[in-house]
T-cell receptor
Framework: GQNIDQPTEMTATEGAIVQINCTYQTSGFNGLFWYQQHAGEAPTFLSYNVLDGLEEKGRFSSFLSRSKGYSYLLLKELQMKDSASYLCAVSPGGSYIPTFGRGTSLIVHP | IAGITQAPTSQILAAGRRMTLRCTQDMRHNAMYWYRQDLGLGLRLIHYSNTAGTTGKGEVPDGYSVSRANTDDFPLTLASAVPSQTSVYFC???????????FGPGTRLTVL
């Protein structure tokens, strides 16, 4: 089986930095995805990590440690539009189909 | 069509009725997926298809069936709807292994 854990909710201030953690336990590993989902909308792809380390993409960065079963999504210079749910998804060994965590609802306030 | 579309946008259905949710993509993606999303439970995979002509069961397949007659279309059928199938349904596609998924806008289904 698979187990993916993320905090249910986080709050942060506009202009600040926030780190959303994701821990996982899977049978094997074939990559970790982060998606953003605004209320009432579809998820959209943010990042993919398969090797250890940090992947930076503009204001968003994603980190992976395979040995620790741990990833985080780092959002810098927070904007009000970053208020959304952030979904961590892991592809286990032997399958390319990711399993999604329950998501972290991020609220950015002025 | 641009990307991936779903129909209907929303539907209220009487329990026991048959319903087909439609999904069409024009990106020529090999893999397609159906998820349901319920508050507090996240996205759960119902069925998937690696390529036209093949389908597989996901985490919560009971009460649902799919077909993949061609690359573009991946309909999801509820043979006899029950209230527990009230949910938001997302269709997604990807080019294949280890690639990000592109999601449709979703169908909000209410079964009374």
């Amino acid at each position: 089986g698979q187990n993916i854990d993320q905090p249910t909710e986080m709050t942060a201030t506009e202009g600040a930095i926030v780190q959303i953690n994701c821990t996982y336990q899977t049978s094997g590993f074939n990559g970790l995805f982060w998606y953003q989902q605004h209320a009432g909308e579809a998820p959209t792809f943010l990042s993919y990590n398969v090797l250890d380390g940090l992947e930076e993409k503009g204001r968003f960065s994603s980190f992976l440690s395979r040995s620790k079963g741990y990833s985080y999504l780092l959002l810098k210079e927070l904007q009000m539009k970053d208020s959304a749910s952030y979904l961590c998804a892991v592809s286990p060994g032997g399958s390319y189909i990711p399993t999604f965590g329950r998501g972290t609802s991020l609220i950015v306030h002025p | 069509i641009a990307g991936i579309t779903q129909a209907p946008t929303s539907q209220i259905l009487a329990a026991g009725r048959r319903m087909t949710l439609r999904c069409t993509q024009d990106m020529r993606h090999n893999a397609m997926y159906w998820y349901r999303q319920d508050l507090g439970l996240g996205l759960r995979l119902i069925h998937y298809s690696n390529t036209a002509g093949t389908t597989g069961k996901g985490e919560v397949p009971d009460g649902y069936s799919v077909s993949r007659a061609n690359t573009d279309d991946f309909p999801l059928t509820l043979a006899s709807a029950v209230p527990s199938q009230t949910s938001v349904y997302f269709c997604a596609s990807s080019t294949g292994a280890y690639n990000e998924q592109f999601f449709g806008p979703g169908t909000r289904l209410t079964v009374l």
